[in-house]
Structure formats: structure tokens, C-alpha cells
């Protein structure tokens, strides 16, 4: 890899690569949303380097990223995303930004120190800043209001992720944390 990308990444510059996790488990409504479903998964997460993106006194580096998730056992995938990572040198900001196939993009972001080997983003729905957007049979039965995720680099061949994803789920009062965490290792 570019010797120079990687060192403009900040933080993002462990997770450049490939990564397979075993591990996974997945908290999410059952078809009942009243009740949980626990799934254990397997994933593979491909995160390829580009940048420098410039707009205008913007500099911008970034992962271009894309993800699948198998339930353990089972072909046919339950979950798929694709997006980019960002790091913002200026602003000592990390965003995640993505979109789920089911209809809903997520622009997160948080202040991460540039060699930070742990950090934690947010986004919320409403916010003009790093905000959630969903389509109308989402929005009406399984709002996202908040995304939080947690990222640990534990070495060069090895990191985690916690997501807790909070839906308002129609006719229910509290807010359903839906869980996603797994440990990856560089392949």
C-alpha cells in the first residue's frame, strides 16, 4: 500500500485491508418485534484506501468500504452494506458513512485523536450534522433515532466493533437496542 495514504489516515490507518470475524452476535427484533432474536454470524469486511479528497480547503482520507454477513452455517447473507470511512486531519474527525440496503443511510462521525487506537462515533435521526435517514416503511415501523459504534484496535492483525442501532419500534414504548459486535482479523 501507498506508504503516504496510510500515513494521512490517522486512526483509519490500522483497518486498511481485508478482515474475516467468526464471532459475531446480533441482537434485532424478531418477527414479533416484541420479542429478541440472538444470531451468531460470520463477516467479511474489505476496506481499500483512497484520497487525498479536496474540496476547497477540505482535505479528506478515506477507507472505501464494503461489508456481508452470514448467519453461521448459511449461504445467502442477512445483512449488506457499503460506504466509506473518512478521516478529517483538520478537524480531528472520523465519519462513517453508509447505506443498508433495507433503506436507510447513516452519516456518523466523532473527534478522534490521530493515533488513537480506540474511538466512538454517533449519529442521530434530525441532525443536519451527522445524522440518519431512513425510507417511509422504516421511518413509520422500525426508526432508527440513534446509531452509536465503538471501535478498539487491539494490533496490526486484529480489532473489534460494538454498534448498538436504536429503533422506535411502532406501538412499543422503549426504545429496542439493536446489538452487533464481533472481532475481526486481518486476512
Known sequence: MNKDLMANLGPLAPLAGIWEGEKGD??????????????KYRERLM???????NNH??????????????????ENPFHEET???LWDPAENQVLRCFIVPRGVSVIAGGTVEPNAREFQ??????????GICSNQFLDREFKTVRYE?????????????????????????????HTDENTLKRI
Do not use: C, M
Request: net charge negative; aromatic share 12%; glycine share 6%.
Open 26 to 39: 446480533d441482537i434485532a427484533p424478531d418477527k414479533n418485534p416484541a420479542e429478541v432474536k440472538k444470531n
Open 47 to 53: 476496506l481499500e484506501p483512497f484520497g487525498p479528497v
Open 57 to 74: 480547503s477540505q482535505t479528506l482520507y478515506g477507507l472505501r468500504y464494503s461489508t456481508t454477513v452470514w448467519p453461521l452455517g448459511q
Open 83 to 85: 460506504g466509506y470511512w
Open 121 to 130: 462515533l454517533a449519529a442521530d435521526a434530525g441532525s443536519e450534522i451527522y
Open 149 to 177: 459504534l465503538k471501535v478498539t484496535v487491539h494490533d496490526e492483525n486484529s480489532f473489534s466493533y460494538k454498534e448498538d442501532t436504536q429503533l422506535k419500534i411502532k406501538d412499543q414504548d422503549k426504545l429496542f437496542h
